[in-house]
């Protein structure tokens, strides 16, 4: 090969080699790369999974959770959640998420949901997030980019803006939505 052949391969090797390298932030903010494709940086948890769990990640990888009595190579506690995975849930499922802003995040049986979009900085002003939920019943503890307003949930119904609240979305199998937001109350002592 020729010194010009031998330099263009070296580039293109340069080039593909530093997109698969994960960023260092616990955030994924390039905005200009399409919602469906892979971003190596880990946006959020696992915290609990009961019964069967199918967490898709945007390059193809399925993961299935069947607990308790997992096996090797199940998802467990402490797995991570990426921007792009689609998570659903069986007959008997239920998952519980941490994400990296604070977010708490319950699926109960029988949902589908995506992570469309996560972008978090603790030192940043250009946070967001958009879920997309539609099939099931999910309820959250909204974390720090709420108290922005750049917290966007999905439905079949439209997108609701969250604002910092502990909101309940059931999703049934019409497609009708009902939002509710949960009320902490409180007990006034005797």
């Not at 090797?13 to 971003?39: I, K």
């Not at 940086?41 to 915290?47: C, D, L, Q, R, Y």
């Not at 949930?153 to 909101?167: K, M």
């Amino acid at each position: 090969m020729n010194a010009r052949a031998i330099a263009l391969l070296l580039a293109g090797l340069c080039v593909v080699t530093s997109g698969l390298l994960p960023r260092p932030a616990f955030s994924q903010s390039d905005s200009a790369q399409p919602s469906g494709a892979f971003d190596a940086t880990p946006v959020g948890k696992v915290m609990t999974a009961t019964g069967v769990v199918h967490i898709e990640h945007a390059a193809g990888v399925v993961v299935q959770v069947t607990a308790p009595g997992s096996r090797a190579g199940d998802t467990k506690p402490g797995d991570l959640i990426y921007r792009g995975d689609l998570i659903r849930t069986g007959t008997d499922g239920a998952l519980g998420i941490t994400f990296a802003d604070g977010t708490s995040f319950n699926v109960t049986s029988n949902a589908r949901m995506e992570v469309n979009e996560f972008v978090y900085d603790p030192n940043g002003h250009s946070n967001s997030t958009l879920l997309t939920l539609s099939k099931g019943t999910f309820t959250w503890i909204a974390g720090e980019i709420a108290h922005t307003g750049h917290m966007k949930v999905d439905t079949p119904a439209g997108v609701v803006g969250i604002r910092g609240t502990a909101p309940r979305v059931e999703i049934l199998n019409d497609g009708s939505v009902k939002f509710s937001t949960l009320i902490e109350k409180k007990v006034e002592p005797k």
